[in-house]
C-alpha cells in the first residue's frame, strides 16, 4: 500500500500520516479536500521520509505544499539535535520585506504611466535578473563590511546609513555565528558583494500593491542569499553527502548532528547566509523607498521583514504544558508565533503575535496574516506563498500556445479597490512578456489556501492585497 492511502482525515482541513516503518513522528496536513486532491504519492512519500530523519519529532505539511528537494516545499521538521540541509535548501533564508508608503491610495497608482516610472526608478536602484550585473545606483560595500554583514545581518554598522532599522520590524534582525571564516568557501564568497542589494531571477520579485479593503499603498520584495547562499547550501549538501556515505545525486538527503565538526560548520555559515539574506532585503528596500520619493514624493517605512527557507533554534510548547528548545525547520513555509509566544516576549508583537507575509502569484497577489493559538498545532508555522501546481518546465512547454491570452489577462484585469472605488486596469511588468513559469496558472488559489488557516484556527488573514506592478527578473 501506497503512502497516500495510509493517509488519514482527522477534521475538515486535517490530514494525518501515522508514524509507520521508519518514521519517527506522525505527518500532520492542514489542507482542504480540494488542496489534499492535489497532493500525490510522490508528495507523502517524501513527508514520510523527511519524518524520519535521525531526532525527528514532528512533520508538518502546509495547504501550500508541494514535492521539493529532501523535504516537500511547504514543509516543517522540527528535530532535537539534528540539522537537516533540505530544510533550508539552497536558498538559504529566502524570505519578504513588504513596505507600506505614507499618504498615498489607490488612484495615485491608477495610473499605468506612474507605475511605469515607479519601475524604472526601482530598477536603477536594484539589479533583477541571473548573475551579478549591477544596477545604475545599486550601493556598494567594502570586503570589510561584507564580512561585518555576514557575522551580524542587518545591524552590520556599514549598513546604519538609510536602513532606518527597527529591530521589531525583523523577524530576525541578526542571527548568532560563531567560529565562523567567510572566505572558507571561495565559491561563496566571491558572490557576496556583487550581488548584496540585488533581486535575482526566478519567482524573486519586487511587486507595488494596493490595499484590496483600504487601498493603503505598499510594496513586497521577495528574495533570498543569492550566489552567496546557494554556493554555501551546495558546499555543505556535497560535504553532508560524502559524511553520511550518500551519492551525489542524493546528496539533498544528507544531514548532520549539531555537535560534530562538519555540523557546526554548517550552522555557522548557514547562518552568515541567513544574515547575508536578511541583509540584502533591507538594502534593496532603501531603493524602493528611494523610488517612492522619486515617483510619488512619499516617504515609506518597513512594515516587517520575515524568511521563509530557515532552519532555527526555538522554544517548543508541548501539549503538557511545558516547553523545550528544537530546531525547526521550514522548508517554504513562515514562521507564526502567536499572541504570547516566549520567544516574542518584550518585542512589538508580544500580545498580538508577529506578522506573516505570504507571497501568491504575480496575478492575484498576496496577503499578511496575524498568527492565532491554533498555530501551535502546525509547528507555530504557515505556508509561504499559495504553491506551484506547474513546474517551470512544464508551464514553459505546455503555456507557450496561450502566451498572448496570458498577456493580455495581465494587462487588462480590472479592479476596483479601496473605499473610494478606484478601478486599476492592469498589472505593469518589467518584462516584455510575462514569464510563463511565474504566471496566474502555475499557482494554486492564494485565498484557497489561506482560508484553510482561517478554518483551522491557525492564523487570521489582515490585509489582502492586489498587485499593480510587477519587477521581477529574468533568465
Given at each position: 500500500m501506497g503512502w497516500l492511502k495510509r493517509v488519514e482525515k482527522n477534521g475538515q482541513n486535517h490530514y494525518v500520516l501515522p508514524a509507520l516503518n521508519s518514521m519517527r513522528t506522525d505527518v500532520h496536513a492542514f489542507l482542504s479536500e480540494k488542496l489534499f486532491a492535489q497532493t500525490?504519492?510522490?508528495?507523502?512519500?517524501?513527508?514520510?521520509?523527511?519524518?524520519?530523519?535521525?531526532?525527528?519529532?514532528?512533520?508538518?505539511?502546509?495547504?501550500?505544499?508541494?514535492?521539493g528537494f529532501g523535504i516537500p516545499i511547504?514543509?516543517?521538521?522540527?528535530?532535537?539535535?539534528?540539522?537537516?540541509?533540505?530544510?533550508?535548501?539552497?536558498?538559504?533564508?529566502?524570505?519578504?520585506?513588504y513596505l507600506r508608503a505614507d499618504g498615498i491610495h489607490a488612484h495615485e497608482v491608477a495610473d499605468p504611466e506612474?507605475?511605469?516610472?515607479?519601475?524604472?526608478?526601482?530598477?536603477?536602484?536594484?539589479?533583477?535578473?541571473?548573475?551579478?550585473?549591477?544596477?545604475?545606483?545599486?550601493?556598494?560595500?567594502?570586503?570589510?563590511?561584507?564580512?561585518?554583514?555576514?557575522?551580524?545581518?542587518?545591524?552590520?554598522?556599514?549598513?546604519a546609513p538609510g536602513i532606518r532599522l527597527n529591530p521589531d520590524t525583523c523577524e530576525?534582525?541578526?542571527?548568532?555565528?560563531?567560529?565562523?571564516?567567510?572566505?572558507?568557501?571561495?565559491?561563496?564568497?566571491?558572490?557576496?558583494?556583487?550581488?548584496?542589494?540585488?533581486?535575482?531571477?526566478?519567482?524573486?520579485?519586487?511587486e507595488l500593491q494596493v490595499d484590496r479593503d483600504d487601498g493603503s499603498i505598499w510594496a513586497m520584495i521577495h528574495c533570498g542569499s543569492r550566489g552567496y547562499g546557494w554556493q554555501t547550501a551546495n558546499h555543505f549538501f556535497h560535504a553532508g553527502a560524502e559524511l553520511r556515505g550518500l551519492p551525489k545525486n542524493r546528496r539533498e538527503e544528507s544531514w548532520l548532528r549539531i555537535d560534530e565538526p562538519l555540523g557546526k560548520a554548517y550552522w555557522?555559515?548557514?547562518?552568515?547566509?541567513?544574515?547575508?539574506?536578511?541583509?540584502?532585503?533591507?538594502?534593496?528596500?532603501?531603493?524602493?523607498?528611494?523610488?517612492?520619493?522619486?515617483?510619488?514624493?512619499?516617504?515609506?517605512e518597513v512594515f516587517y521583514e520575515i524568511s521563509h527557507n530557515l532552519v532555527q533554534e526555538e522554544t517548543l510548547l508541548l501539549p503538557d504544558g511545558t516547553a523545550k528548545?528544537?530546531?525547526?525547520?521550514?522548508?517554504?513555509?513562515?514562521?507564526?508565533?502567536?499572541?504570547g509566544h516566549p520567544d516574542l516576549v518584550g518585542t512589538r508583537w508580544e500580545k498580538t503575535g508577529h506578522p506573516c507575509l505570504i507571497p501568491g502569484s504575480m496575478l492575484?497577489?498576496?496577503?499578511?496574516?496575524?498568527?492565532?493559538?491554533?498555530?501551535?498545532?502546525?509547528?507555530?508555522?504557515?505556508?509561504?506563498?499559495?504553491?506551484?501546481?506547474?513546474?517551470?518546465?512544464?508551464?514553459?512547454?505546455?503555456?507557450?500556445?496561450?502566451?498572448?491570452?496570458?498577456?493580455?489577462?495581465?494587462?487588462?484585469?480590472?479592479?476596483t479597490l479601496g473605499p473610494s472605488k478606484t478601478e486599476i486596469v492592469g498589472v505593469v511588468e518589467n518584462t516584455e512578456r510575462t514569464p510563463l513559469d511565474e504566471c496566474g496558472m502555475c499557482y494554486k488559489d492564494l485565498d484557497d489556501v489561506l482560508q484553510v488557516l482561517e478554518d483551522e484556527g491557525i492564523a487570521k488573514v489582515h490585509r489582502r492585497l492586489l498587485p499593480v506592478a510587477n519587477i521581477k527578473g529574468t533568465g
Open positions: 500525490d504519492e510522490a508528495l507523502w512519500a517524501q513527508a514520510a521520509a523527511s519524518a524520519s530523519y535521525p531526532g525527528a519529532i514532528g512533520m508538518y505539511l502546509m495547504p501550500d505544499c508541494h514535492l511547504g514543509g516543517v521538521l522540527i528535530t532535537e539535535d539534528t540539522i537537516v540541509q533540505a530544510g533550508s535548501g539552497y536558498d538559504i533564508s529566502c524570505g519578504v520585506a506612474r507605475r511605469r516610472a515607479w519601475v524604472g526608478a526601482v530598477e536603477r536602484r536594484v539589479a533583477v535578473g541571473v548573475g551579478s550585473r549591477r544596477a545604475e545606483m545599486m550601493p556598494e560595500f567594502s570586503s570589510c563590511e561584507m564580512e561585518d554583514i555576514l557575522r551580524n545581518g542587518v545591524l552590520a554598522s556599514g549598513l530576525r534582525p541578526n542571527i548568532p555565528v560563531f567560529d565562523f571564516d567567510a572566505k572558507a568557501i571561495p565559491t561563496a564568497y566571491e558572490k557576496a558583494r556583487p550581488q548584496l542589494g540585488s533581486v535575482g531571477s526566478g519567482n524573486h520579485f519586487i555557522a555559515h548557514h547562518n552568515s547566509a541567513a544574515n547575508y539574506a536578511v541583509a540584502n532585503r533591507h538594502v534593496i528596500a532603501r531603493g524602493v523607498r528611494q523610488a517612492f520619493e522619486e515617483v510619488f514624493g512619499c516617504g515609506s528548545r528544537g530546531l525547526v525547520h521550514r522548508k517554504g513555509a513562515t514562521r507564526a508565533f502567536p499572541a492575484d497577489g498576496a496577503a499578511i496574516l496575524f498568527p492565532l493559538n491554533g498555530a501551535y498545532k502546525s509547528g507555530c508555522s504557515v505556508n509561504h506563498g499559495s504553491g506551484r501546481v506547474m513546474g517551470r518546465g512544464q508551464a514553459k512547454r505546455e503555456l507557450s500556445a496561450i502566451h498572448d491570452e496570458i498577456d493580455e489577462e495581465m494587462r487588462s484585469v480590472r479592479r
